[in-house]
Structures are given as structure tokens and as C-alpha cells.
């Protein structure tokens, strides 16, 4: 189990003391232990540096909106210790989702019809084959540092709830496995038929076969974007997201998403994740899970609370409430 405070900060002494050399408190034996388990959140390009003084991975969310900067990528790689993770997103034009024009690379722009680059948003279907190759050359690129120091979490492709079962979208995640080589991917869907009862298990072996990470979700339910809480893993990595449970904002597309994002999980949210992510992970399979909540802070609570949830011992959980009965007490 990562904690953010069992990392030793930078300056401190050789034994991991406080600086003020008070003692520390002996360790509780009874708190169960998931070692391959890391919390971590979905954070922009302000938050990493602060990020990663407290994590050991961290989801950079900014990848998917536009290229990283090279001073984000250097920061990374030159300011964080071996073994550091980052995971990242893939950017939109790279999920079928609508692109800005100003967050593509100028080479897959010029590979664009004149009147696709006239307009101020890019839409899956004016991306040609050659566009498309030339965006994902340039964000392997542009990912390359953290692969070859050894830095690279994952690389999760979120794709929109009309991307559906079928041949045609297997024929696209397979087009990314061959591109993509070795790198380790991660698929998360936000349509409810790719984990129904008819399309489960096919799903789930496709993306073994095809050694995609299945990405467990947490959402709001109620609604055909959002697939099932299922604990599934098809890689040794299994990737858990938890986006909150206000289904009004999740169902609002064109609103801030700053707003979607933000929620403060309770612990009665978290404990049914409790065997799910024990089940994960079994066999020492390693698990992130990241809080795609917002803001980063929020994030960061929704993070320690999930942790505390898995890793307390169960005698030592609060009480159910009391159960109340009679007629309702009248307000005043």
C-alpha cells in the first residue's frame, strides 16, 4: 500500500523521523496491508509538481486536453526518485472525442482538409487515417521520456459513451495495441452494453487477448454512460477510477467540468469497493487507483478516505447508525 504519509518527505533524516524529532507512534499491527495497491489522483499540470512530493503515481489529466509541455515531462523525469509513475490520458482526437483545433500538434493539423481546419473544433468523423496516424505518432512521442526512464503508469484511452460494441470500435483498440507496441494501455468505456450480461465476457477476453487493462469504474448509476462497478482485471495491472456519484452533473455535458468532477465520497460510497479491490488485488497484482474527482484537494481527501476504508482493521469500523423508529421528529 502507497500512503502519502509513509513516503519520507525530501530533507527528512535517514530513519524517516520528524524534523522536530519527536517520536513516532508504534505501527498498528492490526491494519491490514495491500502492498501493490497505489491511491493516487487525476491531477493538471499546476498540481504535479505538489502531486509528487506526496504519491508515488500520478494521473496526469492534462495529457488528454493538449500536448504536455517538455518542462512537465522534464520536471518528471528529473525531480522524481526511480520507481515514480505517471500515468497518462490519451488525447481526445486519440478517443474519438471533439478536439479544439488549437490543442492538436501542426503536423496532424496539415494533414486536415481546408475546411475541417477552418473550424474551431475537430469532430471524430473529419479525422483522416493519416491525421490520426500523425496524432499518435506525435504523443508517443511526446510520452517517450517517461518510457525510456522507466516512468510511464499506464496510457488510458477514455472513449465516449457512443463508442459501442462492434467490430468497427474492436478494430480500432486493436489498431492501438499494433501501434502502441509494449506499452501498457488501458481501456475505460462509458457505455453501460460493454459490461452488460450479453457483452461481458467477450469484452473482458478481447482485452486480455489484446493485453489491454480493462479500467474498473465507479460513477453514477442510472444512466447508459456509465458501465457497472465491475472489479474485473485483464492485465497484471488493473487501473480502478472513481469519478463521484451526482448523476445530474455527469449527465451534463456541456457544462464546466470542474463541476462534473466534484464530489466528496462518503465512507458508505467506498466500503462495497472494499472486496472488489481486495479481489484485484489477489496474486500480487498491482492496482492504481486514481480519484478523477476535482478539484485536486477534494481528490486528495476522497484518496486517504478510500485508503483508510481498505486498509483499517473491521473491528475497528464506526457503528451503523441507529436504525430510527416512530414517527419523524417535527422541525421547528
Known sequence: M??????????SGAGGGSRSGGSRKPTDTRRRRFPTVQFTVSCEERDVERETER???????ASAAGPLTERTLRHLVDR??????????????????PAPMESL??????????????????????????????????????????????RLGVITFQFPSYFTPGSRARDYLEWLRTRCGDLPLAIEFR??????????????????????????VDAPQGSDTAVPPVAAATTDLAVVRFHGR??????????DPVARQRYEYRRNDLEAW????????DSGRRVHVVMATGPTDAAGRNASLCMKVLTEDPSERPPEPPVRSGPP???R
Open 246 to 255: 451526482d448523476l445530474a452533473a455527469w449527465e451534463r455535458n456541456v457544462d
Open 2 to 11: 502507497t500512503e502519502e504519509s509513509s513516503r519520507p518527505r525530501r530533507g
Open 55 to 61: 504519491r508515488r503515481v500520478v494521473e496526469l489529466a
Open 80 to 97: 522524481t526518485p526511480e520507481g515514480f509513475l505517471v500515468d497518462v490520458r490519451a488525447h481526445r482526437i486519440l478517443t474519438q472525442h
Open 329 to 331: 421528529r417535527r422541525r
Open 105 to 150: 500538434w501542426p503536423e496532424v493539423r496539415d494533414r486536415l482538409t481546408p475546411a475541417a481546419r477552418a473550424k474551431p473544433t475537430l469532430f471524430p468523423d473529419e479525422v483522416s487515417p493519416t491525421a490520426l496516424d500523425a496524432a499518435l505518432d506525435r504523443f508517443l512521442l511526446q510520452v517517450a521520456p517517461l518510457v525510456e526512464f522507466s
Open 274 to 281: 472494499v472486496p472488489r479491490l481486495e479481489k484485484l488485488a
Open 191 to 216: 457505455r453501460r452494453e460493454w459490461l452488460d450480461t450479453k457483452h461481458r465476457e467477450e469484452t473482458l477476453a478481447f482485452l486480455e487477448q489484446h493485453r489491454l487493462a480493462y479500467v474498473c
